[in-house]
């Protein structure tokens, strides 16, 4: 069992910068990839970014050079850095991981809302 719980997100306005974290707590030690994913309403949920154990990422295509997504092993917390933010990235994020323990398991947090709008 994990439990994520992610913070950060917010109303902003374009162009702003945002920081979301994801803090995985329980029985993590299988858990070999971390990400997230948003949706938009009407939308369907997509990948945003994901980090493997070995420091490989990857990216959606409309978010590739403004977001980073990154780790700290030390406090088992992803962190998602959000630059130049625009309307369309409105969504609730949710942040992922994907444990192997004989089986595939994807745990999902909360969600958190985050809004760019004037």
């Known amino acids: 069992q994990v439990q994520l719980v992610e913070s950060g997100g917010g109303l902003v306005q374009p162009g702003v910068s945002l920081r979301l974290s994801c803090a995985a707590s329980?029985?993590?030690?299988?858990?070999?990839?971390m990400g997230w994913y948003r949706q938009a309403p009407g939308k369907q949920r997509e990948l945003v970014a994901a980090?493997?154990?070995?420091?490989?990422?990857n990216y959606a295509h409309s978010v590739k050079g403004r977001f980073t997504i990154s780790r700290d092993n030390a406090k088992n917390t992803v962190y998602l850095q959000m630059n130049s933010l625009k309307p369309e990235d409105t969504a609730i994020y949710y942040c992922?991981?994907?444990?192997?323990?004989?089986?595939?398991?994807?745990?999902w947090g909360q969600g958190t809302q985050v809004t760019v709008a004037s």
């Open positions: 980090i493997t154990n070995g420091g490989s990422t």
């Open positions: 329980g029985s993590i030690v299988s858990i070999y990839r």
């Open positions: 992922n991981a994907k444990e192997a323990a004989g089986t595939i398991i994807d745990y």
